[in-house]
Nanobody, 117 residues
Framework: QVQLEEFGGGLVQAGGSLRLSCAAS????????MAWYRQAPGKQRERVAY???????VYADSVKGRFTISRNRARNNVYLQMNSLKPDDTGVYYC???????????WGKGTPVTVSS
């Protein structure tokens, strides 16, 4: 099992920055990839970015050039640096880990991000 907990959400003005953190615990050695998702009010959850065990990163088109995902393996943390934030970035941000040989999923409880115009 892998457990996840997010930190760092909050209220920020448009154009500002926030850094989200996710702490993983449990069977962290068998994590295949980690990702950040977000869910805006009234919308479906969408993947924002992911980072593979090999360090490959992939971003949603809407955040390319503004967000950066990174991972600290030694501390079992994954981060999302969010710059040039827009009101459309508002939502609850969730940390996700895919782990084990069958690709099971674990989710954090989410951290809210609100970007004011």
């Amino acid at each position: 099992q892998v457990q996840l907990e997010e930190f760092g959400g909050g209220l920020v003005q448009a154009g500002g920055s926030l850094r989200l953190s996710c702490a993983a615990s449990g069977s962290t050695s068998i994590i295949n990839l980690m990702a950040w998702y977000r869910q805006a009010p009234g919308k479906q959850r969408e993947r924002v970015a992911y980072i593979s065990s090999g360090g490959t990163t992939v971003y949603a088109d809407s955040v390319k050039g503004r967000f950066t995902i990174s991972r600290n393996r030694a501390r079992n943390n994954v981060y999302l640096q969010m710059n040039s934030l827009k009101p459309d970035d508002t939502g609850v941000y969730y940390c996700n880990a895919e782990w084990g040989p069958h690709g099971l999923d674990s989710w954090g409880k989410g951290t809210p991000v609100t970007v004011s115009s």
